[in-house]
């Protein structure tokens, strides 16, 4: 049978309005749980423009776009918030009992008394490279990102692409892959120096292949590859590959979020103004991904609007409770909570 992880709130998202509605929601005693199709938390904060500096914080008045993420991961840290990355929220349910049941692209099965759509732009999902005869091979030798390093033990690898994925997969997988062959365009990347290097050190002792040039051809049977021709400066090369990683960046895609049975105007959940609800009561959308009249997608509104909804999530959760308004900095509750008395 499949193991339910159980918890109050399910939060569809890791972006910085997700990571903060735990804050709020914690505040009122509730669990949250957050699912991300990334492999970190910070949505496009982390993944778009991570050493841009935001400007329009209130409280700083500059902040790099990680900055903020390592910093509401301090504010939430108090309220121990369980993550689970690298999986895509692909089903939505209400049961039976007004709880809801959260299936992901993985099988793993979650139930929440209430639902945070958080979910931004969409889900971030893998650009697919202009290689030729690519798509029968996908999920079966080709893949997008790594999930479990054991998938690649012992195989002929090629990892095609110049970023911080590709140099960090170049060498965190070299010990695991039987060969490993990494393809970019051009000699220079737009990876960190230090990987960069790294790499360069252990092409120097034959521990791997760096090829410039263009993955152009694949060969193989019923989804397995078996080579890659690889076209470069001086011709064409032909290299053992038996499962390829391209990492030619990301896209957002509203995704599955269009068939939970949700209105939907141009792409966007509408909610109103008071609790951020969606049409279907006890699933709320915050941030990016909601709308209603005047709507502005920043990151303040979604910091906003997980404060109402935190309070019209609690009254499902514990409804009949009295809801006491509070500040955190005179509340010796709250300040409990947050583990500073
Ligand atoms: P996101 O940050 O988009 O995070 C949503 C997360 O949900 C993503 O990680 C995604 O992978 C995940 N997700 C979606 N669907 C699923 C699913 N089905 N399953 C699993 N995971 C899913 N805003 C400002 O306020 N000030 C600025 O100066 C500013 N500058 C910006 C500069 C750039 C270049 C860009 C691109 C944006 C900027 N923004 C700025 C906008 C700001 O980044 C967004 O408003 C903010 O990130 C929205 O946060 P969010 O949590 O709602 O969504």
């Given at each position: 049978?499949?193991?339910?992880?159980?918890?109050?709130?399910?939060?569809?998202?890791?972006?910085?309005?997700?990571?903060?509605?735990?804050?709020?929601?914690?505040?009122?005693?509730?669990?949250?749980?957050?699912?991300?199709?990334l492999?970190?938390?910070?949505?496009?904060?982390?993944?778009?423009?991570?050493?841009?500096?935001?400007?329009?914080?209130?409280?700083?008045?500059?902040?790099?776009?990680?900055?903020?993420?390592?910093?509401?991961?301090?504010?939430?840290?108090?309220?121990?918030?369980?993550?689970?990355?690298?999986?895509?929220?692909?089903?939505?349910?209400?049961?039976?009992?007004?709880?809801?049941?959260?299936?992901?692209?993985?099988?793993?099965?979650?139930?929440?008394?209430?639902?945070?759509?958080?979910?931004?732009?969409?889900?971030?999902?893998p650009?697919?490279?202009?290689?030729?005869?690519?798509?029968?091979?996908?999920?079966?030798?080709?893949?997008?990102?790594?999930?479990?390093?054991?998938?690649?033990?012992?195989?002929?690898?090629?990892?095609?692409?110049?970023?911080?994925?590709?140099?960090?997969?170049?060498?965190?997988?070299?010990?695991?892959?039987?060969?490993?062959?990494?393809?970019?365009?051009?000699?220079?990347?737009?990876?960190?120096?230090?990987?960069?290097?790294?790499?360069?050190?252990?092409?120097?002792?034959?521990?791997?292949?760096?090829?410039?040039?263009?993955?152009?051809?694949?060969?193989?049977?019923?989804?397995?590859?078996?080579?890659?021709?690889?076209?470069?400066?001086d011709?064409?090369?032909?290299?053992?590959?038996?499962?390829?990683?391209?990492?030619?960046?990301?896209?957002?895609?509203l995704?599955?979020?269009?068939?939970?049975?949700?209105?939907?105007?141009?792409?966007?959940?509408?909610?109103?103004?008071?609790?951020?609800q969606?049409?279907?009561?006890?699933?709320?959308?915050?941030?990016?991904?909601?709308?209603?009249?005047?709507k502005?997608?920043?990151?303040?509104?979604?910091?906003?609007?997980?404060?109402?909804?935190?309070?019209?999530?609690?009254?499902?959760?514990?409804?009949?409770?009295?809801?006491?308004?509070?500040?955190?900095?005179?509340?010796?509750?709250?300040?409990?909570k947050?583990?500073?008395?």
């Amino acid at each position: 049978m499949t193991d339910i992880t159980k918890t109050d709130v399910l939060i569809v998202g890791a972006g910085p309005v997700g990571l903060f509605a735990v804050f709020e929601l914690g505040l009122f005693d509730m669990k949250c749980h957050l699912i991300d199709i990334l492999d970190r938390p910070g949505g496009q904060c982390a993944e778009l423009y991570p050493e841009k500096p935001i400007y329009d914080i209130p409280g700083w008045p500059s902040i790099s776009a990680q900055g903020l993420v390592d910093k509401l991961l301090e504010q939430i840290a108090p309220f121990k918030p369980d993550f689970t990355y690298n999986r895509m929220v692909s089903s939505l349910e209400k049961l039976e009992d007004g709880s809801f049941r959260v299936t992901t692209d993985e099988n793993e099965v979650f139930e929440a008394k209430v639902v945070v759509i958080a979910a931004g732009g969409g889900s971030f999902q893998p650009k697919r490279p202009p290689i030729p005869g690519i798509e029968p091979y996908e999920g079966k030798s080709v893949f997008y990102s790594v999930r479990r390093m054991e998938d690649f033990r012992g195989h002929d690898l090629v990892i095609v692409g110049g970023g911080d994925s590709a140099l960090d997969w170049t060498l965190n997988l070299q010990p695991v892959a039987k060969s490993v062959t990494l393809v970019h365009r051009r000699p220079e990347f737009r990876a960190a120096p230090d990987s960069v290097n790294k790499m360069y050190a252990m092409q120097e002792m034959k521990q791997l292949d760096f090829q410039v040039g263009q993955v152009t051809g694949l060969t193989g049977a019923d989804g397995q590859l078996s080579s890659a021709v690889i076209k470069g400066p001086d011709g064409d090369v032909e290299v053992p590959c038996t499962r390829m990683l391209p990492f030619f960046g990301l896209t957002m895609k509203l995704g599955p979020i269009a068939e939970w049975g949700l209105n939907l105007h141009e792409n966007l959940i509408p909610v109103d103004t008071e609790k951020f609800q969606t049409s279907v009561p006890g699933i709320f959308a915050v941030g990016d991904i909601n709308w209603y009249p005047g709507k502005l997608k920043l990151i303040l509104s979604g910091f906003h609007e997980v404060a109402l909804m935190a309070q019209a999530a609690k009254r499902i959760i514990s409804p009949g409770e009295r809801i006491v308004f509070q500040y955190t900095t005179s509340s010796t509750s709250l300040q409990k909570k947050l583990g500073v008395v």
